[in-house]
């Protein structure tokens, strides 16, 4: 393990997690939990297999993941969190949240992977009515489509599909971002292209009453490059 070499505890936590693609792969990990090593190649594209390997065994050594031997009919290893890597997700929020203001204008060629709306749902989307139904919107922006799942004043993002969603929506994935961050209504984002349907309803019961500062870049951004 390469090491700056200071006393410092932001420094020590860089020897470990500061290398390219290892806190992505902590984020793999924190919002699919158990993986395979062909989930987590799928959930990193652009990586190479050998380096997607070096980086495991580093985590490992550092006790941030550990790797179980699932029974049939899964029959594969699959790689886990410890409680120490886990540990992680407030520090991952915190970045996702901070980089938000830099997905305004992605870059062509810029891949995607539908549960990575996990972050943005958990940071922006919030149940006003927490003693109602449950409910679930369904987002198809990806070749993996994506569930967010709401009951009981919690919010929980997962691939696949819903088999009765409340909500469907179906376009970009900065759209949806915009709509989830309150920088575009309902009404605007459909305007902009995206599909809606089902209970809009069900989907304003979650959706912020306003938009912040992040969330106003992102609809000045969405505008511009549709116009």
């Not at 997607?52 to 490992?60: A, G, Q, T, V, Y």
């Not at 993002?157 to 909500?167: C, E, K, M, S, Y």
């Not at 984002?189 to 959706?207: C, M």
């Amino acid at each position: 393990m390469r090491s700056y070499g200071e006393y410092c505890s932001i420094a020590k936590a860089l020897d470990v997690v500061g290398d390219r693609w290892t806190l992505l792969i902590i984020r793999e990990l924190l919002i699919r939990g158990g993986c395979r090593y062909t989930d987590l190649k799928d959930g990193l594209p652009g990586i190479a297999s050998n380096l997607l390997s070096d980086r495991i065994r580093e985590l490992e050594s550092a006790g941030l993941v550990r790797r179980e031997n699932a029974p049939p009919p899964v029959a594969t290893t699959l790689f886990h969190l410890t409680a120490a890597g886990a540990e992680l997700l407030p520090v991952l929020a915190a970045i996702g949240r901070w980089g938000t203001r830099y997905m305004m204008d992605p870059a062509d060629g810029d891949e995607f992977r539908g549960h990575w709306f996990a972050f943005p749902a958990s940071f922006f989307l919030r149940d006003r009515d927490p003693d109602g139904p449950p409910l679930s919107i369904e987002l198809r922006a990806a070749d993996s489509p994506a569930v967010i799942e709401i009951a009981g004043g919690t919010t929980h993002t997962r691939l696949g599909t819903a088999v009765a969603p409340d909500v469907v929506l179906s376009g970009e994935p900065r759209t949806i971002l915009a709509l989830f961050a309150g920088a575009l209504s309902a009404a605007q984002a459909a305007d902009l292209g995206l599909r809606i349907d089902g209970d809009l309803s069900a989907l304003e019961r979650v959706l912020p009453a306003r938009a912040d500062a992040a969330a106003d870049d992102l609809t000045s951004a969405t505008r511009t490059t549709r116009a």
